[in-house]
């Protein structure tokens, strides 16, 4: 007899690289870190982070790259994305 | 052209790469270091930058001032590092035959920079303290979100 296996429902890890500025770094306490993660988003990540580190900043005030090009916060992680949340900018 | 500079911004060199004959208006602004920001006495700031994203972004909104405004060319240079009061934290010049779409091109170019770039700014006050602008309040750090919100410049 088959056992049905919900491949969607599976939780796989990824790599990922993170690059933290501003106010995010201060707050993490480091410029970049290599963590394994099995969020299903980059929002997902974001709020993971966010808990543990104590981030000020709402995933809203945010925009987040990957790989130096601005994504959607839906998107999913991929192995070994350079992933940076960018706080609101004062440029100029 | 555009990039991001550690040290001093010297704006000859960059006048000069934007010599042609068809233009007959230059127009530079020079974005400097202010004493005060929103009431506080600012001693010293730090600019820090993403500044592959933001080089990528910056030429982007070079381009687009070369198409909707018709301008010869323009470049644009901004500081990264620790500045004082009075040093210049952008520069951007615009060349085109005449003034009018030159100054539009300007003022388009600084605002999308504003509004664009990968760049935060920490100020530190007189009083000692130092925080991310756009991002904290000296008490109140939640109060970045309606700052943000109302889409300060």
């Known amino acids: 007899m088959e056992i049905a296996v919900n491949k969607g429902a599976e939780k796989v890890n990824v790599t990922v690289t993170v690059r933290y500025f501003a106010i995010l770094k201060d707050q993490r306490g480091a410029a970049s870190e290599q963590l394994s993660t099995e969020a299903a988003s980059l ?3 974001y709020d993971s982070l966010a808990t543990t580190h104590g981030f000020s900043l709402k995933q809203d005030q945010l925009r987040v790259a990957v790989n130096d090009s601005f994504v959607d916060w839906q998107e999913e992680l991929s192995e070994g994305a350079h992933i940076v949340f960018i706080p609101p900018v004062a440029g100029g | 052209m555009f990039k991001f500079a550690a040290e001093k911004i ?7 790469s934007l010599e042609d004959d068809r233009a007959g208006a230059v127009v530079c602004f020079e974005g400097i270091v202010r004493n005060h920001n929103e009431g506080k006495a600012v001693v010293a700031l730090e600019y820090e930058a993403y500044e592959t994203l933001g080089t990528t972004e910056a030429e982007k909104i070079l381009a687009e001032a070369r198409t909707n405004f018709g301008i010869l060319n323009a470049v ?3 500081r990264v590092g620790e500045l004082k009061v009075g040093d210049m934290a952008v520069f951007v010049a615009v060349t085109s035959a005449h003034r009018h779409e030159a100054y539009q091109a300007s003022r388009y170019i600084i605002d999308e920079i504003k509004t664009r770039l990968p760049i935060w700014k920490k100020e530190t006050y007189a009083s000692g303290s130092s925080s991310w602008v756009n991002c904290q309040h000296l008490n109140d750090s939640a109060a970045c979100q309606s700052e943000a919100s109302h889409g300060r410049k």
């Open chain 1, 43 to 45: 929002a997902e990540l």
């Open chain 2, 10 to 16: 010297e704006i000859e060199p960059l006048k000069k």
């Open chain 2, 76 to 78: 644009c240079v901004h």
